[in-house]
């Protein structure tokens, strides 16, 4: 079957052969995809942002995705696991999403001229979603690879030396933003492209919509950059003391009572 | 409801525009993005023609008045002057929208027209959309495929739910204008989209029980990245349609019932 | 020089010309279509209200019958149709709505059970039956006797044009658009097809064909103030006329809408009245019922359009700046009617006026709408004239409109006439006799002269201006050849037409170019218009005597004794009028013998043989009391075979259930 359709396509049949499917699924991976990460976004700035509690909170998030609390001992790992999955997903997704890139400069320059002739507020967030997208693939690379490849250094103390001593501050600033925004702008498109929330009128919806998106990248925002502060201000606290793991207060006193 | 007559209405100003009443009428610019293939040694420019506004005055007014009085080769096309026929879509102020239905004093004193783009241009506003629908038309067998093709037509009609027939009606008032693939992003960088216009066709056909195709054959013609798959959800088709189609819900439509043969 | 060939030359793509395209390709012949523009945005989609046929679905249209449809049409044209093609349009015209159906037509449906319509200024309960339920749905026109008035909401004309037009992409016939006819091929009485413009390019191109369709709709922009397109100028009458050899019949036969919005004349849709709108004077009184106590609003357009104008010019119109008018009230129909039944109506107050028809009343005067005349055939769509000349639609002068169509019977009549002329059509090119034989010296003759025309305007030393005479041409139609027609006021029109025609041949054009030239194609077409206007107005300065939409206020009545004839205009050469001749109506073979219309004036002359013809068909009725109403038509003025075969036979309906023993109808 896969090679007659090869076939057909190399002696320039392929227009009067049965259409492929792929199209149909490949769409809808691309939006599979994409919600699986917003949602995946959602959740992990639900749980770095713990620190905003307290280094204990961010501490015991971390320790329960290494699994300490069900094996009693970290597995790091684990979370190279996560990662990976992650990685996978957004590798099909940013593969699939580039095919609606300008694939030359004169579709850019065409689409940049319409989106600046129309001034019209879903075209421009296509656009930006799309450069938001282009971005990614630069900046959100070395977050993701440093936690495959490091999954054990996170931590309150380890995250702030790195976001701090190690310069992911910069870094974080532009990941920050690329992703709310892309994110954002994605959830509110996955919403109209499928019409998840038809009602019986579309216009007052799609308004709705389109509120709640700002409203949820506003809020992203703002708790990005809180939790990024505080990464920096534990940066900068601890930057004397590099490199030293975070032990919580409870088991620093307990363990120093056993060992003695 | 008596005092009707005593309320001050505005009236359209008839035939090729003029004096219209006392008070002091604006002075317009109008800026016409003008370029004519059949000379290419001309480039494109703009040219601004000054004309005196009149009481409700619309475009069709203001630019029978510019060709008359000012400039006789400036090309428009106006057919119903009605809003009605999709004849006279244009890019007025960066939107695509029918000229004969806007009245100049919803623009400021100074405007830009343009023709639509993604269309072939045969001179100054006037662009070829027909040509391009009857190709879109040809594309996707955009008329209905009659289950019987010859009916007795001697007896009794098949009957059809009232509902549904003003469902099939409402997305049958597209008039062909254009206004929708010209605001597409997607289709201004690809050629080949078949822009909404063609999915709300598809989306018609599909609603009506009298066609014999099913989703397979609707997939042929639009289950690539030209078709539905192509469409990013920019829904500047939705908010520019003169007709207010029910673009959006009738893609994401078209599109779920498109992916789900991908699984099938 | 380039010659294209084809069977079928078809000039216009709006119903008429559609339709017959599509009959004579379905019997395997050639087709081209030109149009002026794309095919969906002809004129045709402007058609609001709907379209006629007896199909009787409704409960106020039970009891409807071809019968009652062909009194009616005839009773409109004043006795002006041939009442054989009104017979052969009223038994089509259903199998025309069932067949639009078939093709994917949304026609409004019926809806069983009680609903609330407005009929008279009252809100009244009609209960529909449940058989009907998802049947075609008719509703009230005026000049109609039952609802009868098939419809797609309020988008008609716009629903049928799309589907007309999806189905001849269909039968992948080629439509050549922007394309102008500007010249028919014609020699020694037969007709070869056209010499054709192409509007984008400027280039002549010759079309040749066995058989030329002229389907190229009305003439309304002769006048300002039109509810027609700016296309309707009447280029393919005007294209007959300059043969010299094919006639136009009836063309005074002007109809006027009495609601067109004031003073753009954008029209709104009859089913305003029709659906228990009211028209208001300056005291907001409703004055229709103190003329037409029967009918009131829904009178015949022409009745309904000069009690407008004689109430305005008793001073009662409402007063603006552009001048007086008449309100139209369709407020009492409620929101929700207006915004889903009337939606285009809804949205033409809203974008040209910044009205709300919900709210405010709409300004409304009676404007140019219809042709009734045009190139004159006879029931094959051939003119008698010139052999292979084919027409159809409102351009045509089948004559089933006579002196006023009813609304609601023009589309109708479009697709109805394209049935049947695309199959005698396809019947003319079948005959072998019939084969295109001219020499192709011929054909180059004729685009040479077409070409010498159109160089002579660019580069000719000219000093008319093109527009500046077409605006005359307008206001004078508008203001001396309108509803009241006066023999002086004629008289200074024909006289001013015709200086205007000579000026026209010194037209001088200030842009060159040959190609797309918008001041060009001014030029040329108002040449032509000229003539046309000039057959309208000469023939109702001629014809002393009222009949339908022509109305002379010096000869208020119908004069059946001296008028009851067709008139019928040929163009010499360099002349300045038409030629006139009259063609009788044959008052023996009528059906319906002429008398009182049932509204408007009662007074009118009637015709010698009318008494001995009433009597006879008195007598017959009497005879075959018993009879069925088949019978009875059958005796009084057969028809049948008259029609296409395929199109013969009865139509079913609801309380005429077409049963398995009379499979073959008739
Ligand atoms: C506003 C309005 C509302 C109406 N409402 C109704 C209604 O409710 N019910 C009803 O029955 N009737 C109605 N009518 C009348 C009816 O719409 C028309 O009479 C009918 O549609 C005419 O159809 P047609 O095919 O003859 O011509 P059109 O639809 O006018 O088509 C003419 C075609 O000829 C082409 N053409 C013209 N000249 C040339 C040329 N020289 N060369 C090449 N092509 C040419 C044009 O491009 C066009 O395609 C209405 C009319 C108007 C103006
Ligand atoms: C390398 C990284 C990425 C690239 C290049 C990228 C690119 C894109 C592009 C171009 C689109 C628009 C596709 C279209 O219009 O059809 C898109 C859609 C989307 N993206 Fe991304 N993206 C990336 C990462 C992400 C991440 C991390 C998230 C999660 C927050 C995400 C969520 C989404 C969503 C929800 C959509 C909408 C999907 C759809 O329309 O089907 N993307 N992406
Ligand atoms: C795959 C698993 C991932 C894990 C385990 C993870 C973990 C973390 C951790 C621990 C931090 C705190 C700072 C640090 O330690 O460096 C962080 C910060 C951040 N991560 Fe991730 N991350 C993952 C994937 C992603 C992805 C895919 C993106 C976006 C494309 C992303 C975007 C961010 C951003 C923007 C910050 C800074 C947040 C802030 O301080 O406000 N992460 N991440
Ligand atoms: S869908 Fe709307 S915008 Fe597009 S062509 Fe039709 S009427 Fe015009
Ligand atoms: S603007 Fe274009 S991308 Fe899709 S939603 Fe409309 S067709
Ligand atoms: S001219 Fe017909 S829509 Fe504007």
Redesign the pocket.
């Known amino acids: 079957m896969e090679s007659s359709n090869q076939l057909i396509a190399g002696i320039g049949l392929a227009g009067t052969a049965r259409k492929s499917r792929w199209p149909a699924r490949l769409d809808f991976i691309q939006s599979g995809t994409g919600l699986v990460l917003a949602l995946f976004?959602w959740g992990?700035m639900f749980f770095?942002s713990t620190i905003l509690i307290s280094n204990d909170a961010m501490w015991t998030i971390t320790k329960f995705f290494e699994g300490y609390f069900f094996f009693g001992k970290s597995y790091p790992i684990m979370?190279s696991f996560?990662?990976a999955t992650?990685?996978t997903l957004?590798v099909v997704h940013a593969f699939l999403a580039v095919r609606k890139f300008p694939i030359n400069y004169r579709q850019f320059t065409t689409f940049h001229g319409h989106m600046k002739m129309m001034r019209h507020e879903d075209t421009t967030l296509w656009f930006w979603q799309a450069l938001t997208g282009f971005a990614?693939f630069f900046v959100?690379a070395p977050?993701?690879y440093i936690?495959l490849t490091h999954p054990e250094l996170?931590g309150p103390f380890?995250?702030g030396d790195?976001?701090w001593t190690g310069h992911?501050w910069p870094l974080?600033i532009l990941?920050?933003l690329a992703?709310e925004l892309h994110g954002g702008i994605g959830l509110y498109r996955l919403a109209v492209k499928w019409d998840w929330f038809a009602g019986p009128d579309p216009a007052a919806t799609r308004k709705r919509l389109k509120t709640l998106k700002w409203a949820l990248t506003v809020f992203f925002l703002a708790l990005?950059?809180a939790?990024?502060a505080a990464?920096v201000k534990i940066g900068i606290a601890h930057a004397p003391d590099y490199g030293k793991p975070y032990v919580p207060a409870a088991l620093q006193a307990a363990p120093q009572g056993v060992n003695k | 409801m008596s005092d009707a007559n005593s309320k001050i209405i505005p009236i359209a100003k008839a035939g090729n525009g003029g004096d219209g009443g006392s008070a002091a009428h604006r002075q317009l610019k109008i800026s016409v993005l003008r370029y004519n293939p059949q000379e290419p040694s001309q480039p494109p420019r703009m040219q601004t023609y000054p004309l005196e506004e009149a009481d409700g005055m619309t475009l069709f007014i203001a630019l029978n008045e510019i060709r008359e009085k000012q400039d006789p080769s400036l090309q428009f096309d106006f057919v119903c002057r009605a809003g009605i026929c999709g004849s006279c879509a244009m890019v007025i102020n960066g939107r695509p929208t029918l000229a004969c239905r806007t009245l100049t004093k919803s623009l400021g004193a100074e405007f830009t027209l343009a023709p639509l783009p993604f269309f072939e241009l045969i001179g100054d506003l006037s662009v070829n959309t027909g040509k391009w629908m009857r190709g879109m038309s040809e594309r996707l067998g955009g008329w209905l495929h009659m289950k019987e093709p010859n009916p007795d037509l001697r007896r009794a009609e098949q009957k059809m739910d009232p509902d549904l027939a003003d469902k099939i009606y409402e997305l049958d008032r597209c008039v062909e204008c254009g206004c929708c693939v010209a605001a597409c992003g997607t289709a201004r960088m690809r050629k080949d989209f078949v822009g909404a216009v063609g999915l709300n066709r598809v989306a018609r056909f599909r609603l009506d029980p009298r066609d014999a195709r099913t989703d397979d054959d609707y997939y042929e013609v639009i289950g690539d990245d030209d078709g539905v798959f192509g469409c990013m959800s920019l829904l500047a088709c939705h908010d520019v349609c003169p007709k207010d189609l029910p673009l959006a819900t009738q893609i994401a439509f078209v599109r779920r019932k498109m992916v789900s043969l991908g699984w099938s | 020089m380039k010659i294209i060939y084809t069977d079928v030359l078809v000039i216009g793509g709006g119903l008429a010309g559609l339709r017959v395209a599509i009959g004579a390709k379905r019997r395997g012949h050639d087709v081209v279509i030109l149009s002026l523009v794309p095919p969906k945005r002809s004129h045709s989609a402007a058609a609001q209200g709907g379209m006629q046929a007896s199909l009787a679905n409704v409960i106020k249209g039970q009891g409807d019958t071809e019968d009652i449809h062909f009194e009616d049409t005839v009773r409109g044209s004043d006795w002006g149709a041939d009442q054989k093609v009104v017979r052969m349009f009223v038994n089509t015209a259903p199998k025309a709505v069932r067949e639009l159906a078939a093709w994917g037509l949304p026609w409004s449906r019926v809806r069983r059970g009680d609903r609330t319509v407005i009929i008279n200024g009252q809100k009244v309960t009609i209960t529909e039956r449940d058989e009907a339920h998802g049947l075609v749905a008719q509703r009230d026109f005026g000049g109609t006797k039952k609802w009868r008035t098939c419809y797609v909401s309020d988008g008609t004309g716009h629903a049928m044009l799309q589907t007309v037009s999806d189905q001849a992409i269909g039968a992948q016939i080629p439509v050549h658009e922007r394309t102008e006819a500007i010249a028919l091929i014609h020699d020694a009485g037969r007709c070869y097809g056209a010499i054709v413009r192409n509007l984008i390019t400027g280039e002549l191109v010759a079309y040749v064909a066995k058989a030329t369709c002229v389907a190229s709709g009305g003439a309304g922009r002769i006048y300002r103030v039109t509810t027609n397109a700016v296309i309707c100028e009447g280029i393919g009458s005007a294209l007959a006329l300059e043969t010299g050899i094919a006639r136009l019949g009836n063309m005074e036969a002007i109809q006027f809408h009495p609601t067109g919005i004031f003073p753009a004349g954008i029209l709104v849709t009859e089913g305003c009245r029709g659906d228990g709108g009211l028209l208001k004077d300056v005291d907001g009184h409703r004055f229709m019922p103190d003329y037409e106590p029967e009918k009131k609003e829904l009178a015949s357009r022409d009745v309904v359009s000069r009690r407008m104008e004689e109430h305005i010019a008793k001073g009662k119109g409402a007063k603006s700046r552009f001048g007086d008018h008449i309100w139209l009230d369709i407020t009492l129909l409620g929101e929700q009617h207006i915004r889903h039944n009337l939606r285009e109506v809804f949205e033409i107050c809203h974008y040209f006026m910044g009205v709300d028809p919900t709210k405010d009343w709409i300004p409304v005067r009676p404007a140019q709408h219809y042709t009734m005349g045009g190139v004159r055939t006879n029931h094959t769509g051939e003119s008698p004239d010139l052999k292979g000349l084919f027409a159809a639609g409102e351009a045509a002068c089948w004559d089933m409109h006579g002196f006023n169509r009813l609304g609601g019977n023009s589309v109708a009549e479009t697709v109805v006439a394209g049935m049947i002329v695309g199959e005698f059509i396809a019947d003319y090119c079948d005959r072998l006799d019939n084969e295109v034989d001219i020499p192709t010296s011929l054909v180059h003759d004729f685009l040479k002269r077409e070409q010498g025309k159109l160089d002579t305007l660019v580069d000719g030393r000219g000093t008319e201006d093109a527009s500046a005479i077409k605006a005359e041409m307008q206001d004078l139609m508008t203001a001396k050849v309108g509803i009241f027609r006066r023999g002086e006021d004629l008289q200074a029109a024909v006289d001013e037409l015709q200086r205007l025609l000579v000026r026209s041949r010194n037209i001088g054009l200030r842009e060159k170019a040959r190609g797309a030239n918008p001041e060009l194609v001014t030029a040329y077409r108002v040449q032509k218009m000229l003539k046309v206007a000039l057959c309208v107005a000469y023939g109702a300065l001629v014809r002393t005597e009222s009949r339908g939409a022509h109305f002379r206020q010096d000869f208020p009545r119908r004069n059946d004794a001296e008028w009851l004839k067709r008139t019928l205009a040929s163009w010499k050469g360099e002349e300045t009028l038409p030629s006139l001749a009259w063609e009788a109506l044959d008052v023996g073979t009528m059906e319906l013998p002429p008398g009182w219309r049932g509204y408007g004036a009662k007074d009118y002359v009637d015709h010698p043989d009318t008494p001995g013809r009433a009597a006879d068909v008195d007598a017959v009725k009497a005879k075959m009391a018993d009879a069925s109403r088949f019978d009875v038509q059958e005796a009084l003025m057969p028809y049948d075979e008259l029609l296409p075969e395929p199109l013969r036979g009865r139509n079913e309906r609801i309380d005429e259930p077409m049963d398995k023993t009379c499979e073959s109808g008739k």
Do not use: K, N, Q, W
């Open positions: 976004m992990h770095v979370v996560v990662v992650v990685i957004l990614l959100a977050h993701v936690m996170i380890e995250s790195r976001v992911y974080y990941l920050l992703v990005g950059f939790t990024l990464y």
